[in-house]
């Protein structure tokens, strides 16, 4: 377009959007106006889209005139979604742009894979006389050999009034830009190195990770984890300096059709709210009307009766979304002969939902419990497009508090995609989940998907 040459450029530490990651289009060659539509968009390692952001009619006058970026917040892309936006750890981002008028001579994809080098350091630190610590103490860890260079100056460990522990550190020299990935290993009686925490250093120190082991459990097992009534842990710490990591280690060119672009740019831009410029203000859609039919309440041929409240609804639109209420009305069943449907295992607030949802095809804003009804509704009544957006924000919201919740949501619905996602998460962050009462409660109840998780992460060891 008009020769220009453009840079993506990601920058970790934002200093306009504190906490959170930016990714930004800069220009670097080109005509002195550019008027042009691009969307910067996260990538989960399946493909789908994460927190798209689409820009319309940019005009570009400058270099520095793309204001408008992709972001994110940190603790969602490092700790929270890890999963979603770092696969393997990689983060994948994907750049589209297009003119804003007129056609495309010649269109063609890019991919570029940029490598971060890191380095390990280690340590062995040890705690005397463990037996007689106190809890709601601090006590500190005597580090008795390390690597040369090794970039924390302190470590602690913490005992709650549970007696949980936490490990407390401190970088030697904090850098913003700087960030560490953190490995915590209980050394036993046979020298061996029992993994018993991980975690990251990002935007905050001192930092503290838990380790899945009690201070309790220690002492029940001081002959193998405190001989000599001492505690020895062993610590890798990897880490980058921006600065100097970054390498470009991959280019590959493809080219392709000029339609296949414009059609997925056309897709993508009717869909996304942003795009509301391109409708004229004073045409209502198809989908305008049947909303207005929906609040208005006129016109309607059947009812939704929930213990509390009822909704008024068409049956040609139920049946056009719903399997199920097509064969409800399509055939001499009671729901088509008294003209409602009892429901009784659905509250008011999710059946609200759920009609909106098939009448204007979006959702209003999600919680963990509101998914959860949403998908249980979709699921009994067969809308299959709402089943797979409660889906993908459950997957896209697990929690170390929550997995255990959605798992079995996903077993007693026989869905193997759900399910298998959960797993994962769960096999990635094992000590964390292990560590909460969900995970307890789970063993207790449902044994069977405990066993299922366990036998997942054997085999995960036993691969690596």
Same mark, same amino acid.
């Given at each position: 377009?008009?020769?220009?040459?453009?840079?993506?450029?990601?920058?970790?530490?934002?200093?306009?959007?504190?906490?959170?990651?930016?990714?930004?289009?800069?220009?670097?060659?080109?005509?002195?106006?550019?008027?042009?539509?691009?969307?910067?968009?996260?990538?989960?390692?399946?493909?789908?889209?994460?927190?798209?952001?689409?820009?319309?009619?940019?005009?570009?006058?400058?270099?520095?005139?793309?204001?408008?970026?992709?972001?994110?917040?940190?603790?969602?892309?490092?700790?929270?979604? !890890?999963? #979603?936006?770092? %696969?393997? =750890?990689? +983060?994948?981002?994907? *750049?589209?742009?297009?003119? &804003?008028?007129? @056609?495309?001579?010649?269109?063609?994809?890019?991919?570029?894979?940029?490598?971060?080098?890191?380095?390990?350091?280690?340590?062995?630190?040890?705690?005397?006389?463990?037996?007689?610590?106190?809890?709601?103490?601090?006590?500190?860890?005597?580090?008795?050999?390390?690597?040369?260079?090794?970039?924390?100056?302190?470590?602690?460990?913490?005992?709650?009034?549970?007696?949980?522990?936490?490990?407390?550190?401190?970088?030697?020299?904090?850098?913003?830009?700087?960030?560490?990935?953190?490995?915590?290993?209980?050394?036993?009686?046979?020298?061996?190195?029992?993994?018993?925490?991980?975690?990251?250093?990002?935007?905050?120190?001192?930092?503290?990770?838990?380790?899945?082991?009690?201070?309790?459990?220690?002492?029940?097992? !001081?002959? #193998?984890?405190? %001989?000599? =009534?001492? +505690?020895?842990?062993? *610590?890798?710490?990897?880490? &980058?300096?921006? @600065?100097?990591?970054?390498?470009?280690?991959?280019?590959?060119?493809?080219?392709?059709?000029?339609?296949?672009?414009?059609?997925?740019?056309?897709?993508?831009?009717?869909?996304?709210?942003?795009?509301?410029?391109?409708?004229?203000?004073?045409?209502?859609?198809?989908?305008?009307?049947?909303?207005?039919?929906?609040?208005?309440?006129?016109?309607?041929?059947?009812?939704?009766?929930?213990?509390?409240?009822?909704?008024?609804?068409?049956?040609?639109?139920?049946?056009?979304?719903?399997?199920?209420?097509?064969?409800?009305?399509?055939?001499?069943?009671?729901?088509?002969?008294?003209?409602?449907?009892?429901?009784?295992?659905?509250?008011?607030?999710?059946?609200?939902?759920?009609?909106?949802?098939?009448?204007?095809? !979006?959702?209003?804003?999600?919680?963990?419990?509101?998914?959860?009804?949403?998908?249980?509704?979709?699921?009994?009544?067969?809308?299959?497009?709402?089943?797979?957006?409660?889906?993908?924000?459950?997957?896209?919201?697990?929690?170390?508090?929550?997995?255990?919740?959605?798992?079995?949501?996903?077993?007693?619905?026989?869905?193997?995609?759900?399910?298998?996602?959960?797993?994962?998460?769960?096999?990635?962050?094992?000590?964390?989940?292990?560590?909460?009462?969900?995970?307890?409660?789970?063993?207790?109840?449902?044994?069977?998907?405990?066993?299922?998780?366990?036998?997942?992460?054997?085999?995960?060891?036993?691969?690596?």
């Amino acid at each position: 377009m008009g020769r220009s040459k453009w840079n993506l450029e990601l920058y970790p530490i934002s200093t306009h959007f504190k906490g959170c990651i930016v990714c930004r289009l800069w220009r670097l060659t080109g005509p002195a106006e550019l008027e042009l539509d691009y969307e910067l968009s996260f990538l989960t390692g399946d493909g789908s889209v994460l927190l798209p952001e689409i820009i319309l009619k940019k005009s570009c006058k400058s270099k520095y005139d793309t204001k408008s970026g992709l972001r994110a917040k940190r603790d969602d892309v490092f700790v929270h979604k !890890k999963h #979603l936006f770092i %696969p393997d =750890d990689t +983060l994948s981002i994907r *750049c589209r742009m297009w003119k &804003s008028q007129g @056609s495309i001579s010649e269109s063609g994809m890019c991919s570029v894979e940029t490598r971060i080098n890191t380095e390990c350091r280690c340590f062995v630190g040890e705690i005397e006389k463990f037996c007689s610590l106190k809890t709601n103490s601090k006590n500190m860890v005597c580090i008795k050999s390390s690597e040369k260079g090794f970039p924390i100056s302190s470590i602690n460990l913490y005992i709650d009034l549970d007696g949980k522990l936490e490990i407390d550190i401190k970088p030697a020299i904090y850098e913003p830009k700087e960030m560490y990935r953190v490995k915590v290993f209980i050394i036993d009686s046979d020298r061996n190195r029992v993994k018993s925490s991980h975690g990251e250093i990002f935007d905050r120190q001192p930092f503290c990770i838990p380790l899945i082991f009690s201070k309790d459990y220690l002492l029940e097992n !001081k002959e #193998l984890y405190l %001989p000599n =009534d001492i +505690l020895t842990l062993h *610590c890798e710490v990897s880490f &980058s300096l921006y @600065s100097d990591a970054l390498q470009v280690t991959k280019e590959m060119e493809y080219e392709y059709d000029c339609l296949d672009i414009e059609t997925a740019v056309t897709t993508e831009t009717n869909t996304d709210p942003c795009s509301v410029d391109h409708h004229t203000e004073s045409l209502t859609t198809l989908t305008d009307d049947l909303i207005s039919l929906f609040s208005e309440g006129i016109l309607y041929d059947t009812k939704l009766k929930t213990v509390t409240e009822t909704f008024p609804a068409h049956t040609v639109v139920l049946s056009a979304r719903s399997a199920v209420f097509k064969s409800m009305f399509a055939t001499d069943m009671r729901e088509k002969r008294t003209k409602y449907v009892d429901i009784e295992d659905l509250d008011a607030d999710t059946v609200r939902r759920m009609l909106l949802f098939m009448y204007w095809d !979006k959702l209003e804003k999600l919680d963990h419990e509101c998914a959860k009804r949403l998908y249980f509704a979709a699921d009994k009544y067969d809308i299959v497009s709402l089943r797979h957006l409660c889906s993908n924000f459950l997957k896209q919201n697990l929690l170390y508090s929550n997995c255990c919740d959605v798992l079995i949501l996903a077993d007693k619905h026989q869905d193997k995609d759900l399910k298998r996602s959960v797993q994962d998460f769960i096999a990635e962050n094992d000590e964390a989940v292990f560590s909460f009462d969900e995970w307890k409660s789970l063993e207790e109840n449902h044994p069977g998907l405990t066993i299922e998780i366990l036998h997942t992460l054997y085999m995960k060891n036993k691969k690596t």
